[in-house]
């Protein structure tokens, strides 16, 4: 017999980083009316809302947690006013911690080269994490032309501009990550 | 009035125009701009989409910074350094999570600073900034240009309507444009997305760039760097990918302003732009 006992352990991995609770959701399909990437997600982000409900943890291999852009645009109109936004940033988050193969490889990868200039200068210096990223997601080519149209218009910055405090930066990683 | 600045780093290289015309525009206004001493990166899209105590606690320590300055306020005028900050500020408010990111600051920290847009400073003080507008901008079409950070999330934000902000507006049209109806106002740009996946934002920014020009708009005006990378610097693949031309100028409302206070066009670092302001013969003339 097909079990159909629901699982609340993503829900509750959900609420123990961001707070939401999504139980709530009714499944209006605002969100996903709403959402301006939804045309490129392979799981709208209501069904998103239905799996994470229910335990469906394939939810954390969907391209959806990491194409969504982050602009808030369903949590500020989901009627029982759940955060969707903050819930992909947990999803996203338990995705990496149970290194679950991401489906666009490529977005963690910005984070992640973004993070690490961070850490190592305490402010991010654009043109060296532009290059890095470039080199390791082999999209070399892309963008030459906007980056030397740019870097003539004094848009790049050739120098890194670093903080005093960079070590703070690397302490507070260091730290959150052991959590 | 004096307030902690805190510039980010899109300030520093892609955004640069932007920190120049603030300071300038700043200087003419009466507003003195204190840079924190010190201060980090705000974690941006990066921080909270991989962990979110992180993404609190690096605000917090520039926030901390801020305190031991002579202020009540900061302002960050990149609307997503604004909206990283803000969230600090508001979701620290919850005793729980302030203690959890105070215990990892090296410094003291009390969370009682306020967190400013420039937009909001501006029309707070709109009053006395109209006497010093010399140079109205009267033959100027624009389309202003909220975005995404600047207002969403709104519990965060706590700042004008989300679905219909009118601040920006305000502020164009004391500056003496003309502001146009149009249907993207709040719409996403794909922010970071731009970088791996282009694709995706060269779909969205042609869809921002052909309502404003459906509405007549000479130039679309944004109060972010994201925003302003993705629509000036994106035109031309736009252009590639969906053949339609539309040579539109990005402007940041602070050159807007400083235009129109009379600070001349080459002080406001508008030839840094990849779309031509000059291509709107008014602008010509400054
Ligand atoms: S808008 Fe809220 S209630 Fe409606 S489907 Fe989305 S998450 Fe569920
Ligand atoms: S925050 Fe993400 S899921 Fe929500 S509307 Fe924006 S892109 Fe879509």
Redesign the pocket.
């Known amino acids: 017999m097909l079990d159909l006992v629901a699982d609340d352990t993503l829900a509750n991995q959900i609420k123990e980083i961001c707070g939401e609770n999504v139980k709530k959701c009714y499944q209006c399909g605002k969100?996903t009316a709403?959402?301006?990437?939804?045309f490129a997600?392979d799981v709208k982000?209501n069904q998103?809302m239905r799996m994470a409900q229910i335990g469906l943890r394939d939810v954390l291999s969907s391209s959806?947690i990491w194409?969504?852009?982050?602009?808030?645009?369903?949590?500020a109109r989901c009627p029982l006013e759940i955060r969707?936004?903050y819930v992909?940033d947990a999803l996203r988050e338990i995705a990496l911690k149970e290194n679950i193969p991401p489906k666009e490889p490529r977005i963690p990868l910005f984070h992640k080269i973004f993070c690490r200039w961070v850490g190592w200068l305490g402010k991010l210096y654009e043109l060296g994490f532009i290059m890095e990223y470039k080199l390791r997601s082999g999209q070399w080519f892309n963008d030459i032309l906007m980056g030397i149209k740019m870097f003539i218009n004094g848009k790049l910055n050739p120098f890194p501009t670093t903080s005093p405090n960079s070590e703070v930066v690397r302490q507070l990683m260091e730290k959150t990550s052991q959590r | 009035m004096k307030v902690a600045y805190f510039p980010g780093c899109s300030l520093h290289s892609t955004g640069i125009e932007f920190d120049i015309s603030v300071r300038e525009v700043c200087k003419a206004v009466g507003i003195e701009l204190e840079e924190i001493e010190g201060w980090i990166c705000c974690g941006a899209t990066s921080a909270h989409a991989t962990n979110h105590l992180l993404s609190l606690a690096m605000p917090a320590y520039s926030l901390a910074l801020a305190e031991r300055m002579d202020v009540e306020d900061v302002v960050a005028p990149c609307a997503a350094c604004f909206n990283r900050l803000k969230h600090t500020a508001v979701l620290c408010q919850d005793k729980a999570t302030f203690e959890k990111v105070r215990e990892l600051l090296p410094i003291p920290w009390e969370n009682r600073l306020r967190i400013r847009n420039l937009l909001d400073l501006f029309v707070g003080m709109l009053e006395e900034i109209k006497p010093k507008i010399t140079k109205p901008l009267s033959d100027l079409k624009l389309a202003s240009y909220y975005g995404?950070l600047l207002l969403r999330p709104p519990h965060i934000c706590q700042f004008d309507d989300p679905e219909n902000p009118t601040t920006m507006d305000e502020l164009l049209r004391a500056c003496g444009a003309q502001v146009v109806d149009w249907t993207h106002k709040t719409e996403?740009c794909g922010a970071n997305l731009t970088i791996p996946r282009s694709d995706l934002v060269v779909e969205l920014t042609y869809r921002i760039l052909k309502s404003a020009k459906t509405a007549g708009a000479d130039a679309i005006v944004t109060a972010c760097p994201f925003c302003h990378l993705n629509l000036d610097a994106r035109q031309a693949d736009v252009h590639r990918v969906k053949g339609e031309i539309f040579n539109i100028p990005i402007l940041y409302f602070t050159q807007v302003l400083g235009l129109a206070l009379g600070i001349p066009a080459k002080k406001l670092g508008l030839r840094r732009h990849l779309v031509d302001p000059f291509l709107i013969p008014t602008l010509r003339r400054r």
Request: neutral net charge; hydrophobic residues 40%; proline residues 8%.
């Open positions: 969100c709403s959402c301006p990437l939804a997600m982000p998103v959806t194409i969504c852009a982050s602009c808030a645009s369903c949590t969707i936004s992909m | 995404c996403c």
